[in-house]
């Protein structure tokens, strides 16, 4: 039976909105437990996240988390959060979303376990649902009241929307030109550049137009890049370093 929410430590709710976060960059998957969708996760991706600098990095006074020091002390963490009832082990059959919850004894739960995976009973905060939902409320009677609006609003709203969709037709724009210029280098000179390479990538809006230009990496770079960062992973999860943290975390589907 697990601990009603009120009575688990704050410093243990801060590790869980922690690895429930972007800053963890731990894989948090949808599934379905019992009809209802949840997300889960593998043990050691949770594991590798605590492991991480940005645990410590982002923690801050008023939030504090349990040190984290070495893999056995995640673990040890990563076990308390499961006996406060913070997420569950689940069974995942391959290739499958659908999730049973582990048989065990009531008495005897299962330890945490890096290659099982648990589905998570702690939710975070509400409070940015909540505001969302009053916005969105907030919106709709704007909307819906759009006819009583005074005539300078309505002239502003026009004049937003415009620029609005001004900004789209310059990125779209933007995302053809960058297509040409590929394809055109790559024809030219056997290899292809891109304008604003992290366009689209997993980053800011100011680090999405940072750098202006970079090239493909050849074939043999791109092997080689990814046989030293096979090699760097496996040698720092063998040392269990904090700084040897794995990035990238393999689960399987």
């Given at each position: 039976m697990s601990q009603p929410q009120h009575q688990i430590p704050k410093e243990h709710t801060?590790?869980?909105?922690?690895?429930?976060?972007?800053?963890?960059?731990?894989?948090?998957?949808?599934?379905?437990?019992?009809?209802?969708?949840?997300?889960?996760?593998?043990?050691?991706?949770?594991?590798?996240?605590?492991?991480?600098?940005?645990?410590?990095?982002?923690?801050?006074?008023?939030?504090?988390?349990?040190?984290?020091?070495?893999?056995?002390?995640?673990?040890?963490?990563?076990?308390?959060?499961?006996?406060?009832?913070?997420?569950?082990r689940v069974d995942k059959p391959p290739k499958s979303k659908h999730l049973t919850l582990t048989q065990h004894h009531p008495h005897h739960p299962p330890p945490f376990a890096p290659d099982a995976y648990?589905?998570?009973?702690?939710?975070g905060s509400q409070w940015r649902m909540y505001l969302l939902g009053l916005a969105l409320v907030a919106l709709t009677l704007a909307g819906v009241m759009f006819p009583l609006w005074p005539m300078p609003m309505k002239t502003g709203v026009w004049y937003l929307s415009l620029g609005v969709l001004g900004?789209?037709?310059?990125?779209?724009?933007?995302?053809?030109?960058?297509?040409?210029?590929?394809?055109?280098?790559?024809?030219?000179?056997?290899?292809?550049?891109?304008?604003?390479?992290?366009?689209?990538?997993d980053v800011g809006i100011i680090e999405s137009?940072?750098?202006?230009?970079?090239?493909?990496?050849?074939k043999g770079e791109k092997r080689s890049k990814r046989e030293g960062v096979k090699a760097k992973s496996s040698g720092s999860e063998g040392e269990g370093l904090v700084n040897g943290a794995v990035d990238g975390d393999d689960d399987d589907e």
């Amino acid at each position: 039976m697990s601990q009603p929410q009120h009575q688990i430590p704050k410093e243990h709710t801060n590790a869980a909105d922690y690895l429930r976060s972007s800053e963890s960059k731990m894989k948090n998957r949808q599934g379905v437990l019992n009809g209802k969708r949840v997300e889960f996760f593998k043990g050691k991706s949770a594991v590798n996240a605590l492991l991480r600098q940005n645990y410590k990095a982002t923690a801050k006074r008023s939030r504090p988390r349990p040190p984290v020091t070495d893999r056995p002390s995640a673990e040890k963490l990563l076990s308390t959060l499961l006996s406060d009832g913070l997420f569950v082990r689940v069974d995942k059959p391959p290739k499958s979303k659908h999730l049973t919850l582990t048989q065990h004894h009531p008495h005897h739960p299962p330890p945490f376990a890096p290659d099982a995976y648990y589905a998570w009973a702690y939710e975070g905060s509400q409070w940015r649902m909540y505001l969302l939902g009053l916005a969105l409320v907030a919106l709709t009677l704007a909307g819906v009241m759009f006819p009583l609006w005074p005539m300078p609003m309505k002239t502003g709203v026009w004049y937003l929307s415009l620029g609005v969709l001004g900004i789209m037709g310059l990125f779209m724009i933007l995302v053809v030109v960058r297509l040409f210029i590929w394809i055109g280098t790559l024809i030219v000179l056997g290899q292809g550049g891109w304008l604003y390479p992290n366009l689209f990538a997993d980053v800011g809006i100011i680090e999405s137009f940072i750098p202006l230009w970079g090239w493909d990496p050849k074939k043999g770079e791109k092997r080689s890049k990814r046989e030293g960062v096979k090699a760097k992973s496996s040698g720092s999860e063998g040392e269990g370093l904090v700084n040897g943290a794995v990035d990238g975390d393999d689960d399987d589907e």
